[in-house]
T-cell receptor, first 110, second 114 residues
């Protein structure tokens, strides 16, 4: 079974600062997904990374994938309060099952 | 596109009772997934269907859990003889195989077993 680990688990950052969330996975995976979850809500897809070296950007968020290192990163640039949420990465080695990390709870402080 | 719909939103039951949840996926999606999420954890895979066929089921899933997807449209998840440890958010997601497999999640059913 593919294991997915995220760090940090909790992140408190000031508005305007930059930070990176890391997602490591245990076995070969050629696709990686990032989701956002607001309290009491369901998961919303942010990025789908389907190849080594893939980089996707949306607003202040940028995600990348290094399949050789089994690592994906979610970089936050100039954080704003609206980015406060829990962020999950998920990996799949077959395109059938998706394994989620435990999430990173992000709080952006004014 | 009305999104993935789950019913009920909340379910409170007594230990030992049976419960059934329903999921209506996005109509053109052929894959449907069930996940369970507890507080502070990521979604845990339970099972998935492609059309009406149940292709995979988590080894951690008790025999008390059963899922169906008749006619390849909506799906039901039944838990028999509920236990307090079953209390969780049950999430349904759908996708179209071969399209990058981005999952579209429903709002979930929050189960509380007293």
């Amino acid at each position: 079974e593919l294991k997915v680990e995220q760090n940090p688990l909790f992140l408190s950052m000031q508005e305007g600062k930059n930070y990176t969330i890391y997602c490591n996975y245990s076995t070969t995976s050629d696709r990686l997904y990032w989701y956002r979850q607001d309290p009491g809500k369901s998961l919303e897809s942010l990025f789908v990374l389907l190849s080594n070296g893939a980089v996707k950007q949306e607003g202040r968020l940028m995600a990348s994938l290094d399949t050789k290192a089994r690592l994906s990163t979610l970089h936050i640039t100039a954080a704003v309060h609206d980015l406060s949420a829990t962020y999950f990465c998920a990996a799949s080695n077959t395109g059938n099952q998706f394994y989620f990390g435990t999430g990173t709870s992000l709080t952006v402080i004014p | 596109d009305t999104g993935v719909s789950q019913n009920p939103r909340h379910k409170i039951t007594k230990r030992g009772q049976n419960v059934t949840f329903r999921c209506d996926p996005i109509s053109e999606h052929n894959r449907l997934y069930w996940y369970r999420q507890t507080l502070g954890q990521g979604p845990e895979f339970l099972t998935y269907f492609q059309n009406e066929a149940q292709l995979e089921k988590s080894r951690l899933l008790s025999d008390r859990f059963s899922a169906e997807r008749p006619k390849g449209s909506f799906s039901t998840l039944e838990i028999q003889r509920t236990e307090q440890g079953d209390s969780a958010m049950y999430l349904c997601a759908s996708t179209q195989a071969g399209a990058g497999e981005k999952l579209f999640f429903g709002s979930g059913t929050q189960l509380s077993v007293l």
